[in-house]
């Protein structure tokens, strides 16, 4: 079967400091590959989605970078962290095709001091 | 593109008490639907989804929703709650014929069950 993982759970960074947080699948072959950041009441909100190794389409302009260097593997990062990235940032994983669900890791729950 | 309504951000309702989460949606295309939940501080979780043929879809934990093509709704029903179903429902809108499976999302709506 499918699972994912994402790491870490939550982490605590100052403003300034640098970001990576990283998103493994297994079980399954050539992802549709996603992130997500949920801020309170507001829904989710794509940032970042990939079909394939080095493909990475942004959805929203900001302070955020996404790479996928394996299959399998999909990374969130920043430079410089700012306080409105605050939030809870979800990756998710789909088969490629409109009818298929998404599937969810646990989250980061990410505090900028 | 597409999008979802939630209608209510909160709904309230006390244990062994039927309940509805409204959803509706916006699409220019035909489309298949999902209904999500998430407990505190966890990811989503997959309820139930439509895809094509009987518009009562049936989910796991006693769920069920029906898609409503001609209201564009596709609401989310249990016949008796309890406790342990209070948290966040989120339904979603995938446009048929991507190959990407972007999902729109609603904002969500809390259930909350009380004793």
């Known amino acids: 079967s499918q699972t994912i993982h994402q790491w870490p759970a939550t982490l605590v960074q100052p403003v300034g400091s640098p970001l990576s947080l990283e998103c493994t699948v297994e079980g399954t072959s050539n992802p549709n590959l996603y992130w997500y950041r949920q801020a309170a009441g507001r829904g989710l909100q794509l940032l970042f989605y990939s079909v394939g190794i080095g493909q990475i389409s942004s959805e929203v302009p900001q302070n955020l970078s996404a790479s996928r260097p394996q299959d399998r593997q999909f990374i969130l990062s920043s430079k410089k962290l700012l306080l409105s990235d605050s939030g809870f940032y979800l990756c998710a994983w789909s088969i490629q095709g409109s009818n298929q669900p998404q599937h969810f890791g646990d989250g980061t729950r990410l505090s900028i001091l | 593109a597409q999008s979802v309504t939630q209608l209510d951000s909160q709904v309230p309702v006390f244990e062994e008490a039927p309940v509805e989460l409204r959803c509706n949606y916006s699409?220019?295309?035909?489309?298949?639907l999902f209904w999500y939940v998430q407990y505190p501080n966890q990811g989503l979780q997959l309820l139930l989804k439509y895809l094509s043929g009987s518009t009562l879809v049936k989910g796991i934990n006693g769920f069920e929703a029906e898609f409503n093509k001609s209201q564009t709704s596709f609401h989310l029903r249990k016949p008796s709650v309890h406790i342990s179903d209070t948290a966040e429902y989120f339904c979603?809108?995938?446009?048929?014929?991507?190959?990407?499976?972007?999902?729109?999302f609603g904002r969500g709506t809390q259930l909350t069950v009380w004793p």
């Open positions: 979603a809108v995938s446009g048929r014929g991507s190959t990407l499976g972007r999902l729109y």
């Open positions: 699409s220019s295309v035909s489309v298949y």
